[in-house]
């Protein structure tokens, strides 16, 4: 869906000749991540893990940061539209938020050429972590990072010759 500023009241932007575009609309290759809210309790990421096991939506990728009070599971799924229904029927507190998944460069130090080339760009790596299965038509490793500039992110790393994968490329 795409606003334009006609459809906006005053106060709200509209009359200055922009074009807004939601999330779905985006232009970039990018994945969606839950970023799940358990209480941090024993048996909570098991039951996390059991909603998606009982089903053909797989977990691809992983992260669990812990707090005294609660954990957030940085979760990436196969399929973006079950793992949705999935969460909201298991009534589990949910988040979404934009990644990037870089396949790893075949050389001898992928962390540091993908690092370097973000920081060419100057994009702030807000965290990284790998997927647990191999992804796109070869099986390949990659890495799902968040940063803070999504699209220049991307424009810098495809104009370095790194792929990107998309949700698309999880789902095979």
Not at 58 to 75: M, P, Q, Y
């Amino acid at each position: 869906m795409t606003l334009n500023d006609d459809d906006l009241g005053e106060g709200e932007g509209g009359g200055v000749g922009l074009d807004y575009a939601t999330a779905r609309g985006r232009e970039w290759p990018s994945v969606r991540q839950f970023n799940v809210f358990l209480a941090n309790r024993m048996g909570a990421l098991l039951k996390l893990v059991k909603q998606f096991e009982t089903t053909d939506v797989r977990v691809v990728s992983l992260n669990v940061v812990e707090t005294t009070d609660c954990a957030i599971i940085r979760l990436v799924p196969s399929d973006y539209e079950r793992a949705f229904e999935l969460l909201t029927t298991g009534k589990f507190p949910f988040t979404e938020s934009d990644l990037l998944v870089v396949k790893l460069p075949d050389d001898d130090r992928p962390l540091l050429t993908i690092t370097k080339a973000l920081l060419a760009g100057e994009i702030n790596l807000h965290y990284a972590y790998p997927l647990l299965i191999g992804v796109g038509p070869m099986g390949s490793t990659a890495l799902a990072i968040h940063v803070d500039d999504i699209e220049a992110a991307a424009a810098t790393l495809q104009n370095q010759g790194f792929t990107l994968f998309t949700e698309d490329d999880l789902a095979g």
